[in-house]
């Protein structure tokens, strides 16, 4: 038949916008293999599934459970093992986020089929054709999928979302007894600072060690707030408990993509690269001219950031007149 299923993200009753990029591939996959996309959402009653359709899935099933309000590892394993098997759906694709790479697995443990993670690209051909990073970003390689069913994370920004408009049929469907105990999510506390999520910010200001004391990263912030951009941080600060690893961009972070990626201090370390080298413009600014961020930068600034940081803040500031 050739459908996929896309599970996406929700959190307090609101789709998540790495769920256009999840659909993106889905639709993708589902078109080379002559099929339907299914849209499944798990989530609180009034969960929002509005302009699915414009991203590609001809079905959007809707599973809607107070009890499953919270992230339930478990339970969303089994809703969406049981309803992957009754479409027979050829994949599952989710994204490789905190919430794909946990349930990702159990689905694919429930179907008893391969598991693809953290892929950059997905094909049909002889199979299904994955592609997926090695060696901290500087190879490649691809996995051929054989299997009559298989699940796939797609890493976070490496899908460019893309309008392509399907039926977006609703279709509400049940959540079956839980068939195994399980651990269950009884609260979720947010940080007290709430900041715009560096993996879906379009701009990211990231600092290093280079700042030498956590009270510096005021300039980040303060530049961030200004260019209405994230603040992101290496792997050595956030070690140190300078900021927290929300913020972490790199291997063990986070994998960023956004329009304009500004490192400051930072030198560039291998694992960082691979968690921002596809931004769409990099500008480095580090006082070390031999720093290996300046290798993969579009723009570098050799310079003290104590000096350079706070000027060219006031400069952005005077030509967006705030």
Not at 31 to 44: K, R, S, W
Not at 63 to 83: P, W
Not at 97 to 123: N, W
Request: charged share 20%; glycine share 12%.
């Amino acid at each position: 038949m050739g459908d996929v299923m896309a599970v996406l993200e929700q959190r307090n009753g609101t789709l998540k916008r790495i769920c256009h990029e999840t659909l993106t591939a889905a639709r993708s996959l589902a078109d080379e293999l002559g099929g339907q996309v299914h849209a499944l959402v798990i989530g609180p009653a009034g969960v929002s599934v509005e302009g699915l359709g414009e991203y590609g899935a001809d079905k959007i099933l809707v599973c809607e459970d107070g009890a499953l309000e919270l992230y339930q590892g478990t339970r969303y394993a089994q809703i969406a093992a049981e309803l992957a098997g009754k479409h027979r759906h050829d994949a599952v694709v989710l994204a490789a986020t905190s919430f794909g790479k946990d349930l990702g697995p159990r689905i694919a443990a429930k179907l008893g089929c391969p598991f693809a993670s953290d892929v950059t690209s997905i094909a049909a051909g002889d199979g299904i054709v994955v592609a997926r990073p090695a060696f901290s970003g500087k190879a490649t390689y691809e996995l051929k999928i054989v299997a009559q069913q298989c699940v796939i994370s797609i890493r976070p920004n490496a899908v460019t979302p893309a309008t392509v408009t399907r039926g977006g049929v609703v279709e509400q469907v049940t959540a079956g007894e839980s068939d195994v105990p399980g651990a269950t999510t009884v609260e979720v506390k947010e940080p007290d600072r709430v900041a715009l999520d560096v993996a879906e910010a379009s701009v990211v200001v990231a600092g290093g060690r280079g700042l030498k004391e956590p009270e510096h990263f005021r300039l980040i912030e303060e530049l961030a707030a200004t260019l209405d951009g994230a603040v992101g941080a290496s792997r050595a600060v956030v070690d140190a408990g300078w900021r927290p690893h929300s913020e972490q961009v790199g291997q063990t972070g986070k994998t960023v993509s956004p329009n304009l990626y500004i490192a400051i201090g930072l030198s560039g370390a291998i694992q960082h690269l691979a968690g921002m080298r596809t931004s769409k413009v990099i500008v480095a600014i580090n006082r070390d001219k031999d720093a290996p961020i300046f290798k993969v930068a579009d723009y570098g600034l050799v310079g003290d950031l104590f000096e350079v940081v706070p000027r060219l803040t006031e400069e952005i500031k005077k030509v967006r007149g705030s």
